[in-house]
């Protein structure tokens, strides 16, 4: 597909998934884009082509949009969201699922609004996200400033990016949900009892630079949790073979098993994430940010749960060592006042390198990693002892990373 996904729509390209349905590995998209420039240096020669007639011709029907609206009670309690009423308010931002609400709603006879169904190139229907720019960001409250304004509405409003693979949850009582915090309430509301035929030891899939609260969860519901690298590609053979039964990274992209533990999708799928949402209401009566305030009194100690990403400068040459840690590079032993725990350079799930490293105290941890298009490195954090303690943990993560890459 051709999409900007929640980049600006000047930022536009080619999104390519291999057959097993999930995003391509490096190796694939190196491959695609090296045969791509080399094909554009030749003036595409060596490109064929033929009439659109055709190839029309050649190729078969599919109805995609017919066969996912009707497939989705496989996934979800729809029943219980068009039993309790939930009224819905769902924006496309312009993008892929413009059509899909539309239908969803018919379908399954939910009241349900498309609250913007204009697809325009211009995208004048947009907000502004937070440096003036056109992003379709549906974690952004700036790209969603029309939605949340919109929020009382509704029981619960969403979003979802250009190609609809992320979802943003925007609730009267808390407004736009920070994506962290939804996925810890999607675990708990799927683990904790929605899906009792999902197989007992499915696991829960998280990035190792999601909230730490989605470990407390796993905890609580006594379920087996598996921190992998950045990037949704390491969930795809679990979600597979059912050995994982939600994946989720800090992004706001996710997937999860039917309801029967069958194999759903394998790549993000932010229309039934943001379709969950109205089932929790439905099923719990309570609103998903009403929810993890829940959580944060039983699993986070009533504190304020603090997480950021900044980033700091780095040259090319910086960025190379830092994705070469090892453990072995980090002297510090402390960070923002508490002992470390671990360090890690290799996920504790399938032990993939991170291509950077993680640090972890009793209640904080950060995360540094090298960006791939600019020179800098990201930095992750997270506090349980409220924003002033974050802010300490990202001034001794950059000491920390620093520190590392002098040697």
């Known amino acids: 597909m051709v999409t900007p996904s929640h980049n600006p729509p000047r930022d536009g390209g080619f999104k390519y998934n291999p057959p097993h349905g999930g995003p391509a590995d490096t190796d694939a998209t190196g491959w695609i884009a090296d045969r791509a420039n080399a094909l554009l240096r030749a003036g595409l020669d060596g490109v064929r082509r033929v009439p659109f007639a055709r190839a029309r011709g050649s190729a078969g029907s599919y109805d995609f949009l017919g066969e ?32 899909y ?10 009241d349900l609004t498309v609250v913007n169904p204009l697809v325009d190139p211009t995208w004048r229907f947009m907000t502004l996200d937070w440096d003036g720019k056109i992003r379709m960001d549906c974690s952004s409250a700036d790209a969603m400033a029309s939605l949340i304004a919109a929020r009382d509405r509704y029981d619960i409003a969403t979003g979802n990016d250009a190609d609809a693979d992320r979802h943003g949850i925007v609730t009267p009582d808390g407004g736009l949900m920070n994506p962290n915090h939804y996925l810890a309430v999607a675990i708990d ?23 730490s609260m989605i470990d407390r969860v796993a905890t609580s519901l006594g379920r087996r949790l598996v921190e992998v690298p950045v990037g949704f590609k390491w969930f795809v053979p679990g979600l597979l073979d059912g050995s994982v039964a939600f994946g989720g990274e800090e992004s706001a992209g996710a997937s999860f098993l039917c309801r029967d533990g069958s194999t759903w999708s394998t790549d993000k799928d932010g229309i039934i994430l943001a379709l969950l949402g109205s089932e929790i209401i439905a099923r719990t009566g309570r609103t998903p940010s009403q929810r993890y305030a829940e959580l944060v009194e039983q699993l986070g100690g009533g504190a ?21 840690l090892s453990p072995s590079d980090v002297s510090a032993d402390a960070v923002a006042g508490e002992p470390i725990t671990a360090v890690l350079t290799e996920a504790p799930g399938n032990g993939a390198a991170v291509g950077g490293l ?50």
């Open 304 to 324: 304020e749960i603090a997480y950021a990403r900044i980033d700091a400068p780095a040259d090319r040459e910086a960025k190379a060592r830092l994705k070469a």
């Open 358 to 407: 993680k640090v972890t105290t009793e209640n904080a941890w950060f995360a540094a990693r090298p960006s791939g298009t600019e020179d800098v490195y990201k930095i992750y954090a997270e506090s349980f002892r409220g924003p002033e303690h974050l802010a300490q943990v990202q001034a001794d993560a950059q000491e920390v990373v620093d520190a590392a890459l002098k040697g």
């Open 189 to 211: 509301h799927l683990f904790g009892g929605a899906r009792p035929d999902w197989p007992q030891d499915a696991a829960i899939g998280k990035t190792l630079v999601s909230s």
């Open 68 to 99: 996912y609206v009707r497939a989705l009670p496989r996934v979800l309690d729809l029943d219980a969201v068009r039993e309790a009423g939930v009224r819905i308010g769902a924006d496309p931002l312009g993008g892929a699922a413009v059509d």
């Open 101 to 110: 609400w539309g239908a969803i709603a018919e379908e399954h006879r939910l």
